[in-house]
């Protein structure tokens, strides 16, 4: 297939409420506040380098497949980092290794990183779970965040299989958004 048809098919095909599960949709509905109230937050304490906020328990996904965004301020210098963290469960070992998200009508693509692998085998049949993370720039990650009432789609390539997608209700970056601005004064 062509580039070209690619990047068609990755724009025209747009992730529907469907794709979320059923405590995604309910968290769809949160404001923007209300998603920033319920982060996870860790790294509080004095010897800790970097506050982690997460978006791990505003929805639980579906079983083996899990993905939420993560902020990383440094302590010290004030830094923020964006993550995307993707739990992916399958057959074969997908080795990720990049997504690929529209940030307006262009397609974005980062690199991403595996950072744990385990097998699971029982009898004959076998799964992998795999842990990967892609860092998204701040400013894609605030221009993302605008769009309160949206889905954001995102798709994970490994270099075993074909990509995975993910999609996330808006409203949960621009929550993540909100309570870095709170951590941050």
């Avoid at 004095?46 to 965004?69: C, K």
């Avoid at 010290?76 to 080795?95: C, D, H, K, P, S």
């Avoid at 400013?139 to 299989?161: H, I, P, T, W, Y």
Wanted: with cysteine; net charge negative; glycine share 6%.
């Amino acid at each position: 297939m062509k580039l070209w048809a690619l990047i068609t098919l990755a724009v025209s095909s747009p992730v529907v409420a469907q794709d979320l599960s059923r405590s995604e949709r309910r968290a769809a509905k949160l404001s923007v506040e209300e998603v920033a109230d319920r982060l996870e937050v860790s790294g509080q304490g004095a010897l800790d380098p970097v506050l982690t906020i997460s978006t791990q328990t505003i929805a639980s996904r579906r079983i083996g497949n899990d993905h939420f965004f993560r902020a990383r301020i440094d302590k010290a210098t004030g830094e923020v980092a964006y993550q995307l963290y993707a739990i992916v469960e399958g057959r074969e070992a997908m080795n990720p290794d990049r997504i690929t998200y529209a940030l307006g009508s262009e397609i974005v693509q980062q690199s991403a990183d595996r950072i744990h692998f385990d097998v699971s085998c029982y009898r004959s049949n076998c799964t992998t779970i795999e842990h990967a993370l892609a860092y998204i720039p701040a400013s894609e990650a605030e221009a993302m965040g605008q769009c309160e009432n949206d889905l954001l789609r995102f798709k994970m390539f490994g270099r075993s299989v074909d990509g995975v997608d993910l999609a996330f209700p808006c409203v949960e970056l621009a929550g993540l958004l909100h309570a870095v601005k709170i951590a941050a004064n």
